[in-house]
C-alpha cells in the first residue's frame, strides 16, 4: 500500500497530480485515428469537503476535455452555489519517488470546472478520491499522510 506524505502548508495538503483524458474518451480518439492529448501536471489540494474533484479552466482547456454536462456546484470560497461544466478525466496523485507504480490512478472520473487559480492551486481532490484513501491530517505536527 504506497504512502504519500508531506508538509501543511499556508494552502493545505497540496500534492502534485496528472491529468489526462477518461479511457473512454481516449479510446474513442484513437478509434477515429484522432491523437490524445498529453497529460498535464498540476498541484492540487487534498480536500475532504469537497465532495467531488475539480479542476482550473486552464487545465481543462489546455487537456481540450469534452463537455458532458453541467452540475451544481457548492463553492464558499468562490461563487458559491452555481453551475459549473463538468468533465470526465483521469487524474492520478504523483508518488514523489517518481516510481509510476506507486501512483494512484484512477481511469474515468467525473470532475467539475471551477476558477481554482485565484487559490493558489489548480485543482481540488474531493471524497469521490480521498474515499479509495486514507488521509491523515496532523495539524499540530503541519504534517499529512495518504495511503492508497
Not at 22 to 43: C, D, Q, W
Request: charged share 20%; hydrophobic share 45%; with cysteine.
Amino acid at each position: 500500500m504506497p504512502r504519500l506524505t508531506g508538509p501543511v502548508t499556508e494552502d493545505g495538503a497540496l500534492v502534485k497530480i496528472s491529468i489526462g483524458w477518461s479511457i473512454i474518451a481516449a479510446n474513442k480518439l484513437r478509434v477515429a485515428g484522432r491523437p490524445v492529448p498529453m497529460r498535464i501536471e498540476a498541484f492540487a489540494l487534498l480536500d475532504t469537503g469537497a465532495e467531488v474533484t475539480c479542476l482550473d479552466s486552464t487545465l481543462i482547456e489546455e487537456l481540450e476535455l469534452p463537455l458532458d454536462g453541467l452540475a451544481l456546484a457548492n463553492a464558499p470560497a468562490l461563487q458559491g452555489i452555481a453551475f459549473a461544466s463538468q468533465y470526465d478525466a483521469s487524474p492520478s496523485i504523483l508518488h514523489p519517488s517518481g516510481n509510476a507504480l506507486a501512483h494512484l490512478t484512477l481511469t474515468d472520473v467525473s470532475v467539475l470546472e471551477l476558477p481554482l487559480n485565484v487559490l493558489g492551486y489548480q485543482a481540488v481532490i474531493g471524497r469521490d478520491v480521498l474515499a479509495k484513501c486514507v488521509f491523515l491530517y496532523n495539524g499540530g505536527r503541519e504534517r499529512f499522510a495518504l495511503r492508497y
